[in-house]
């Protein structure tokens, strides 16, 4: 464990309010503060930043926990690489053991980021080099490339071998470069994962190279290969030139479908262009967009795959609040060929008439059915009314109606009707799992966190009682320890004595905050515990006799389970132990 007089260094100078608003815009409401989540898509602010107690809780999705737990979800770090993170930006010199070691693999966040660098060199010195690098020099060439944008977004190219060999001279060991995805292991032994390729390193907005895409410079299959999620990069956070792009996206985004896209982009003046990295944009990277930019506008193939991205896009956009608009490209596939085919001017012209989302659905819909057939005709309205009643604005409805009333040449009196009536149908759907879910969550039976929670329900809500008096009151432990008011054996579930054992440890090596369970519990657990913290923080302020009268229940309730225990738990149990 990092000394708790570090950590509670850290948690005083990295402020959770100023740190917080660095990412999601906050507004006061009492004490406290409020916000749309970083985590999960919503139109109404359910995210809450506690001052008070250095806090924050999501109530739509459950997240929370300290400063350090918020940028352990924000920037995909583990806990020691997320101290290390805020260490750095209090200009907090952390103690040498403490490495930011990730758990599965043993590599440290630091040493991918170095390796990434190193092979970033090595991958432009090949490139540059007359012989080697001269199949992916004319790629480029081929391609349209500059030798200044070439530079601008530190391309390069992969041999056949050498870059295992090279990392390895520079003392990186195998097991090291297998996790940050530059070799793989067979058989035989180890072997080069990016080769003969040209390579374009993914570059976070802090500057670090996270990771690289490698494209073959011929038709074999796969055209790309990527990094996978390493321990300083997750392919579902990231999004490619967007350390470039933020600077150039107060008129929005262009999010493009590849890397040649975007740089063709770049080159051709269009310095908002992004793209996501070999995948399909995540409710994660529409988020990120929406932190610095209010539209979108993409510009995926024109093929059906293309097409049917384009629609989950939208809806994943406009989900975290963002206004999307579809490029329409005719006699091109994509903004590359668009470009050199047209030139920039046009593109651009291009752009200022993109299409918005209903507007695209109507073409979509129009060119799915025929429109001649009454029974296609019904099933195109039927789809479009669908998506209207989808709508959260009243007055965007309405101007939906009016419009496909006009192009559908019907009363727009029926189309309300059925937007009214698949709008109810949502509505008592919604009200159902709503009451499903609540049924689930107060019965324990949905507790993923704490799966023992439904076996003994009373005794598990005595627990999250008592441990969120500690974690607010840590003194009640340390008034009470001699006593011997509880011990780990006192929880009947397994969450709650692995919480309090790590929290009696805590406060006996010098104290305990709710952050510090990052460093043994996932971030879902330690939301819980978060939670826990924040129900006792509206109650009465706890004292000695509330507290031991807490504890001896919980005591005697955990007797009475682990005593109504049937020999089949038993034999199970025991087992589990083994």
């Given amino acids: 464990m990092i000394p708790s007089n570090i950590i509670d260094d850290i948690r005083f100078r990295c402020e959770i309010e100023s740190t917080i608003s660095g990412y999601v815009q906050l507004r006061r409401a009492g004490r406290n503060l409020k916000g749309l989540c970083p985590f999960h898509s919503e139109r109404t602010p359910s995210f809450t930043v506690y001052p008070e107690n250095q806090s924050f809780y999501c109530f739509g999705c459950g997240a929370g926990g300290d400063v350090i737990n918020f940028v352990m979800r924000m920037e995909n770090l583990d806990y020691i690489s997320a101290v290390e993170y805020l260490a750095d930006k209090a200009g907090i010199t952390l103690p040498s053991q403490n ?5 599965d693999t043993g590599v440290s966040r630091k040493r991918i ?9 090595f991958y432009r010195s090949c490139l540059l080099d007359e012989r080697i690098g001269a199949a992916g020099r ?3 060439q081929e391609r349209g490339l500059s030798s200044a944008i070439i530079s601008r977004f530190g391309l390069g190219f992969a041999p056949i071998s050498g870059t295992l060999r090279h990392l390895k001279s520079l003392g990186f060991t195998e097991n090291e470069i297998q996790t ?5 292991k067979s058989e035989r032994g180890y072997y080069d994962y990016f080769r003969g390729r040209v390579m374009f390193p993914i570059i976070d907005v802090s500057g670090n190279v996270i990771a690289f895409g490698g494209r073959v410079l011929d038709d074999s299959k796969p055209k790309y290969l990527n990094t996978s999620d390493t321990p300083a990069f997750k392919k579902s956070k990231n999004l490619f030139a967007l350390n470039f792009a933020k600077k150039y996206c107060e008129n929005g985004f262009i999010l493009c479908e590849g890397y040649m896209d975007v740089i063709a982009l770049h080159a051709a003046g269009f ?11 995540t409710a994660e990277q529409a988020r990120i967009l929406k932190k610095y930019a209010s539209k979108v506008i993409i510009t995926y193939d024109s093929d059906e795959a293309g097409q049917k991205a384009t629609a989950r896009a939208m809806t994943l956009l406009e989900e975290a609040g963002i206004d999307a608009k579809v490029l329409k490209l005719q006699d091109a596939k994509d903004p590359d060929e668009y470009i050199k085919k047209f030139g920039a001017e046009k593109f651009r012209q291009l752009i200022e008439g993109s299409r918005s989302k209903f507007d695209y659905l109507i073409e979509a819909v129009t060119e799915k059915y025929n429109m001649e057939a009454d029974e296609e005709k019904i099933k195109a309205l039927n789809e479009v009314c669908l998506a209207i009643s989808r709508v959260y604005s009243n007055i965007e409805r309405d101007i939906y109606i009016e419009k496909t009333a006009k192009i559908f040449a019907i009363d727009p009196k029926s189309i309300q009707g059925d937007v009214d009536r698949l709008r109810r149908r949502a509505v008592k759907e919604n009200d159902k799992k709503r009451r499903a879910d609540l049924i689930r969550n107060t019965s324990g039976s949905s507790d993923r966190v704490n799966p023992d929670f439904m076996r003994q329900p009373k005794a598990a809500r005595l627990e999250e009682e008592v441990l969120g008096m500690l974690f607010l009151h840590n003194e009640l432990l340390t008034e009470e320890l001699k006593d011997g008011v509880l011990t780990g054996e006192d929880f009947s579930t397994e969450f709650g004595r692995r919480l309090y054992v790590f929290f009696e440890s805590a406060v006996q090596n010098g104290g305990f905050s709710i952050g510090m369970l990052g460093e043994s519990f996932t971030p879902d657990e330690v939301s819980r515990a978060t939670r826990m913290l924040l129900n006792r923080s509206e109650l009465p302020k706890n004292d000695g006799d509330i507290f031991r009268l807490y504890a ?3 005591r005697e309730e955990t007797k009475k389970a682990k005593s109504s225990l049937s020999i089949a738990d038993i034999i199970n149990q ?5």
């Fill in 99 to 103: 490495s930011g070691i990730e758990r």
């Fill in 113 to 121: 980021l170095a390796m990434n660098v190193e092979a970033a060199r």
């Fill in 138 to 140: 004319a790629y480029f």
């Fill in 180 to 184: 940050g995805y530059f070799c793989g």
């Fill in 271 to 281: 310095q908002n262009a992004i793209a996501t990295l070999g995948t399909a944009i």
């Fill in 552 to 554: 001896e229940q919980l």
């Fill in 574 to 578: 025991k087992r589990t132990q083994k």
